[in-house]
């Protein structure tokens, strides 16, 4: 059963532009990957995302993902955060949508911009988000137990 908090507090509307994109390198050797960024995605209205996993798409498209960072596909280097910042910083965030089927959470931006925070483990935090009013929702703590 969904929490009540989550089924009623999303869509959220923010309505704020994006002060500032963080990110956060964590390294893991294998021979599909180098690692991964999360990210943290700050608002001018004070709310405030966490993401440990995610992709942002553009026009529909699929731009960049956590999973990126520094793949070497016949040119320089990935830097996300650095695509990522370029992409966000400065532009509008609508609204935070949540998918309960899946615990993914979703910004949305005009111009069909997208960065979707992807709940990938039932235990673990994959995202935060943190509302204007101070309210904190957890991508493991959407369904009661």
């Not at 990210?39 to 731009?63: K, Y």
Request: a negative charge.
């Amino acid at each position: 059963m969904i929490r009540d908090e989550y089924r009623t507090d999303f869509p959220m509307v923010m309505d704020s532009a994006v002060v500032s994109v963080r990110g956060e390198f964590n390294p893991e050797t294998s021979a599909l990957w180098n690692g991964w960024v999360s990210a943290n995605v700050a608002l001018h209205n004070g709310a405030d995302f966490d993401f440990a996993f995610w992709r942002l798409l553009v026009g529909g498209q699929l731009e960049v993902t956590s999973f990126d960072h520094q793949t070497e596909l016949g040119g320089p280097p990935i830097d996300v955060i650095a695509e990522l910042s370029a992409a966000l910083t400065g532009r509008i965030c609508r609204r935070a949508e949540l998918d309960v089927a899946t615990g993914d959470l979703k910004l949305v931006f005009d111009d069909g911009v997208e960065l979707q925070g992807l709940r990938l483990r039932r235990l673990y935090e994959d995202w935060e988000a943190r509302s204007v009013g101070g309210m904190s929702y957890w991508s493991n703590m959407i369904r009661e137990k």
